[in-house]
T-cell receptor, first 113, second 115 residues
Framework: QKEVEQDPGPLSVPEGAIVSLNCTYS??????FMWYRQYSRKGPELLMY????GNKEDGRFTAQVDKSSKYISLFIRDSQPSDSATYLC?????????????FGAGTRLAVHP | GAGVSQSPRYKVAKRGQDVALRCDPI?????LFWYQQALGQGPEFLTY????????KSGLPSDRFFAERPEGSVSTLKIQRTQQEDSAVYLC?????????????FGSGTRLTVV
């Protein structure tokens, strides 16, 4: 079993829909939780970052972390065709003076007009 | 430069050939990571440098993989005697601080195809 599980999709939604993306994990030592967006043939870019449990909102994006359930979510409101990409969850524990990110497999999202 | 630069963008290697992949991190960035991303998968950690010191190489899949960062800036990932299972995108990421907990900047990667 992988440390981080993420449904690969694909997920196809109409423009304007609310999108929910999720990951589960098994390592209770993870403290830092991130969502990256990756466009085709590009490197991942950081979207959201959360430390420990709680919610964080940034524009149309909301990240949630529930450490008791080992479950994290990313919500995208009013989805746009430009949101079409692969979304990767990532998490880490700060050990040895640096953070080694552990990624999920990524969920492919397509937002159609 | 403004971002992390990787070269070449694409590399086709015959099975058994040696390859070298280059990463130019953002100037002044202390930390540098290499990740391997297989098709349809998330990136997997290969190795970590703090300046010129390779502090973690636990993710390198075999002794055919070797990475260096001799002057604490440019890094090279070398794969000897390439195999088909080495086909993947190799991503480099850097961050300005040793203890940074988020916000690594990734390059666009080198797509390696072994035929």
């Amino acid at each position: 079993q992988k440390e981080v599980e993420q449904d690969p999709g694909p997920l196809s939604v109409p423009e304007g829909a609310i999108v929910s993306l999720n990951c589960t994990y098994s390592n209770s030592a993870f403290q830092y939780f991130m969502w990256y967006r990756q466009y085709s043939r590009k490197g991942p870019e950081l979207l959201m970052y959360t430390y420990s449990s709680g919610n964080k909102e940034d524009g149309r994006f909301t990240a949630q972390v529930d450490k008791s359930s080992k479950y994290i979510s990313l919500f995208i409101r009013d989805s746009q065709p430009s949101d079409s990409a692969t979304y990767l969850c990532a998490m880490s524990e700060f050990s040895g003076g640096y953070n080694k990110l552990i990624f999920g497999a990524g969920t492919r999202l397509a937002v159609h007009p | 430069g403004a971002g992390v630069s990787q070269s070449p963008r694409y590399k086709v290697a015959k099975r058994g050939q040696d390859v070298a992949l280059r990463c130019d991190p953002i100037s002044g960035h202390v930390s540098l990571f290499w990740y391997q991303q297989a098709l349809g998968q998330g990136p997997e950690f290969l190795t970590y440098f703090q300046n010129e010191a390779q502090l973690d190489k636990s993710g390198l899949p075999s002794d055919r993989f070797f990475a260096e960062r001799p002057e604490g800036s440019v890094s090279t990932l070398k794969i000897q005697r390439t195999q088909q299972e080495d086909s993947a995108v190799y991503l480099c990421a850097s961050s300005p601080e040793r203890g940074q907990t988020y916000g690594y900047t990734f390059g666009s990667g080198t797509r390696l195809t072994v035929v």
